[in-house]
């Protein structure tokens, strides 16, 4: 009967601790994520310029956002050829790494190691980097160009979009192919060995292993990295404001970083509501994919 | 660069014949040789960088092809840590790195001994909270009220900007940590409790030190990542120069110089003290960044 009474007072005292201890992230997560999402989801029906009362406007933020503002419209299609043209060389060039590096041999820590190095500096930084590297009077890249004969006058590289995009992309490649070899890698090492063994017993090899075992063996590994690469390509926004920072003329601009500069950039009195509104639509667009993505890719997911 | 994919991941070369050797050294020495290429590409903009950083501004401005310059100086970084205030830059990275890094080691490990060992009401909704926020990813556009939030709060300042990246940091570390500790044994809990530990007490002497390695890696990757973060820092400490971390600091010479730059030494010196202290701790411990990035593979 003591007993008894003492491990419920116990207990009760358990879960108050619980609380307790649970309470700083809960308040952040409150503040500081959840917060702000409601608030997003509240301003897009609103017309606010940051000050006095906001005004309730229905819908009309996102029928502006359709029909008056083709610059936002442009800028989610750079953030989609972004995403492509840049994961067309990336994941493929990651996988291949992480094939060769799936091995013993010498130097193989070395490789892993450089490789993964880019990944650790600043996306800000990076931007700072490839601007120097792609300047037109004094960059490395125009001066090599030359040397080579390629060009004979300096490529004003930030003054032409498509040109702007490509110069993100190499610079993004540079920073994020070794976190998905990384990924790649780890994938690979939970693909059983006897498999290869006895597949090289009943005459595969190469190229003829890699594509009936690797590639299929590898699929749900291949789904998620491929999504978050995706995805995270969609939401770039760092590099874009550092490197062109839209130039020229915010041609070169993503969705998010059109949307950041809308809230912290403009020259006239920024419309949170509206800005609010595009959030939104941004998410919508971005979980649109990712559903689709996974229905797509199901098959894969099932392959075990 | 074919006969190098055409090896089986993870095989031991047994030389069957002479023909059979030659091909496999063959495909190593391409493999090699595409190995070695993509390490150049990869090290280039940092040397470049190095390097960039020894040139006075005159050399820089004339470009060209020479990456090594025959006269090295170490004046850029003397301007760059005093007059350009880089020095100050530094030590305020380093606080808000310490907040953030402190308060996720000690409020991700809470959580998790919590959602792992403890027995209270509400625990499946607020577990799911959690959970879900790893998949609502608004992303950097919440920046605006989170600051608007921040100045209501007194919080616009540098210790703000830690506290705040605290919470806004993903919540795998959470996850991370709780698996972790799945795996130590409730026998050790139990006795804790026999011999008068409290709940609290059971996890702060015997649950968090031996929850040490996960931890290590949870304070690595929060320091990578509230070291380089961009969007956030520059939002709440562009109204004080004295107030950049350094990634804002670096950032905001290039806006201000334009193409036009005058500054270009400085940018390249403070990139460096922006980019060498990460190098740094990750060639030291990387095995710790791998193992977090690989077992945590939701990133962004």
Known sequence: ?304 | MTTATAERPGSVHAPMDIRKKRHVSNASVARYIFLILVTLLALFPIVYVISASLKTNKELMLGGVNIFTANPTLDNFKQAWGLAHFGRYTLNSIYVCAIAVTGVVITSSMSAYVFSRGKFPGKKIIYTMFLATMFVSAGSVTIFPISQLAAKLHLNNLTGLGVIQMFTISAVNLFLTMGYMKTISTEIDEAAEIDGCSFFRTYWNIIMPLSKPILATVALTTFQSVWNEYLLSRVMTIHDSMTYTLVVGVTQLKSMGGEGAAQWNLMMAGTLFAIVPIIVVYLSLNQYFIAGLTAGSVKG
């Not at chain 1, 005004?55 to 083709?70: D, E, M, Q, S, Y």
């Not at chain 1, 160009?145 to 110069?167: A, E, T, Y």
């Not at chain 1, 020229?248 to 419309?271: R, V």
């Open chain 1, 1 to 304: 009967m003591e007993k008894e009474r003492r491990l419920t007072r116990r207990n009760g005292k358990t879960v108050g601790q619980c609380y307790l201890m649970l309470a700083p992230s809960l308040i952040g997560l409150c503040l500081f994520v959840i917060y702000p999402i409601l608030w997003t989801l509240r301003f897009c029906l609103f017309r606010y310029g940051g000050y006095g009362e906001p005004i309730f406007v229905g819908l009309n933020n996102f029928v502006r956002a359709f029909t008056k503002t083709p610059r936002f419209w442009e800028s989610v299609a750079n953030s989609f050829t972004f995403a492509f043209c840049k994961l067309a060389v990336e994941l493929p060039l990651a996988l291949f790494l992480a094939v060769l590096i799936n091995r013993k041999f010498k130097g193989r820590d070395f490789f892993r190691t450089i490789y993964f190095l880019p990944t650790m500096i600043s996306t800000a930084i990076v931007g700072v980097v490839f601007y120097f590297l792609f300047a037109a009077h004094n960059g490395v890249i125009n001066g090599y160009l030359k040397v080579l004969g390629l060009i004979s006058k300096d490529i004003d590289w930030f003054s032409d979009k498509n040109n702007g995009i490509l110069i993100m992309c190499i610079a993004s490649i540079w920073q994020n192919f070794g976190l998905n070899m990384i990924f790649f890698l780890s994938g690979l090492q939970s693909i059983p060995q006897e498999i290869y063994e006895s597949s090289t017993i009943d005459g595969a090899t190469g190229w003829k292993q890699f594509w009936s075992i690797t590639f299929p063996m590898l699929g749900p590994v291949l789904v998620i990295v491929v999504m978050n690469a995706f995805l995270g390509s969609l939401k770039v926004t760092d590099l874009v404001l550092v490197l062109t920072n839209g130039a020229p003329g915010g041609h070169t601009d993503t969705m998010m970083s059109y949307i950041y500069k809308l809230f912290f950039q403009s020259k006239s009195q920024p419309d949170y509501g509206f800005g609010s509104a595009l959030v939104l639509i941004c998410a919508i667009i971005l979980g649109i994919i990712t559903v689709l993505y996974l229905k797509l890719s199901k098959k894969y997911q099932n392959i075990y």
